[in-house]
């Protein structure tokens, strides 16, 4: 059996830890089983359903820049005292250059993953980029999920060379099928019937643009009074946005979903998805929306990549009555169609089981190249 160690802050339900869960459910775990190294103390999301499917979960703290000294020697602590560890699979950017250039030291193989596209647009953005940036000297292997993300993180030389490769965030496409009848149900579980539906899926937090989605819902609500607007997440913009929504007299209209285990159901009862981030890497939400077969408008933030229905509109953020429009058109589309897109999701590679098994594949490779070292560098 192969063990990997995935590198990640903490396992709570956002884009990056639900795509690697994804993947999880989907190993063959006789084969390779995923162990985690987090740096929250918390019990988080997934904890309890990685311990179920076998996985162990390692603490240490974040890496801070000032802790430097400290943050390696815990991390190569925890590789020597764990030599079935020879792959590192490295989803915090900050701190790669650290742990990925600590693990090769130890002779394990060192994989970087990129799951953003960050456009600077504060200080910690630029420090973000700074110190991220000394991977590109370190890995062994570059994945990302879409050559956005791999250009920003590992710059255009490596995005198109041998030892970088796109993985999707695969998803399970056979749990978004939609019916007449699931959409009822789905609805009414929400407290909702008829009305119109607009949602979205989202950590609250300033790249999601959660303001801006407030003042265009309540454009849509001027011509549209009983629509609904369906927000699913949480994050620290959470209190901000409630806010705004009083101020704009909303209070009523935006129901505040909280953090769900499922995203199907909440799919279903939306009839719009509405995705005005001001970046992402890929963005799985709309993935999943699409897949669901729901029309949905996201911003040019968002990468091409990921736009794979034909139900799917690109628009500019920089007129809210232009998004209002394409949102009311979009419902009124929306009301002529029920089939859904799970066949085209499938075509372009975002099924979770043929991910899994080209990941399995990979990891199998990058096994049979570890040096098998856990005293090099030592």
């Given at each position: ?20 869960m ?47 000294q400290?943050y ?18 490295g ?36 420090i ?14 570059y ?48 407290g ?13 937090s ?13 454009s ?10 369906m ?73 091409e990549?990921?736009?794979i ?70």
């Amino acid at each position: 059996m192969i063990r990997i160690l995935h590198v990640v802050g903490a396992m709570d339900r956002a884009g990056t830890e639900t795509f690697l869960m994804n993947l999880y459910r989907h190993m063959d775990r006789s084969e390779v089983q995923f162990d985690f190294l987090v740096n929250a103390d918390q019990e988080c999301d997934y904890d309890g359903e990685i311990r179920n499917l076998g996985g162990i979960i390692h603490h240490i703290p974040a890496y801070n820049l000032i802790n430097y000294q400290s943050y390696r020697r815990s991390f190569r602590e925890l590789l020597l005292a764990h030599p079935e560890y020879q792959i590192i699979h490295g989803h915090i950017g900050s701190s790669a250059p650290v742990y990925l250039a600590e693990a090769k030291r130890l002779g394990r193989y060192a994989i970087a993953h990129s799951h953003s596209a960050v456009k600077v647009a504060s200080l910690r953005d630029i420090i973000f980029k700074a110190v991220s940036r000394p991977v590109r000297g370190v890995a062994d292997l570059y994945l990302a999920c879409s050559p956005e993300a791999a250009e920003d993180r590992f710059g255009p030389q490596i995005a198109i060379s041998e030892s970088c490769m796109i993985v999707n965030n695969g998803i399970d496409t056979e749990a978004f099928t939609r019916t007449p009848q699931s959409i009822v149900e789905a609805k009414t579980s929400f407290g909702m019937g008829g009305e119109p539906v607009f949602g979205h899926i989202g950590r609250f937090s300033p790249e999601k643009n959660h303001l801006f989605l407030l003042d265009v819902f309540a454009s849509i609500k001027k011509e549209l009074p009983l629509a609904k607007l369906m927000l699913v997440g949480r994050g620290p913009e959470e209190g901000v946005i409630h806010e705004r929504a009083k101020e704009l007299s909303l209070s009523d209209s935006v129901i505040f979903a909280g953090v769900l285990d499922d995203i199907p159901s909440a799919l279903r009862a939306m009839d719009v998805f509405l995705f005005p981030s001001l970046y992402e890497g890929l963005g799985i939400s709309f993935i999943e929306a699409q897949t669901a077969g729901l029309h949905c408008i996201a911003s040019t933030g968002v990468p091409e990549h990921a736009h794979i229905s034909p139900r799917a509109k690109r628009v500019p953020t920089d007129s809210k009555s232009d998004w209002a429009k394409e949102s009311i058109a979009a419902y009124r589309e929306s009301q002529q169609v029920s089939d859904d897109l799970i066949r085209l999701a499938k075509q372009e590679g975002f099924d979770i089981k043929s991910v899994a098994e080209s990941l399995s594949d990979l990891y199998r490779e990058c096994s049979s190249r570890a040096p098998n070292s856990n005293t090099k560098g030592a």
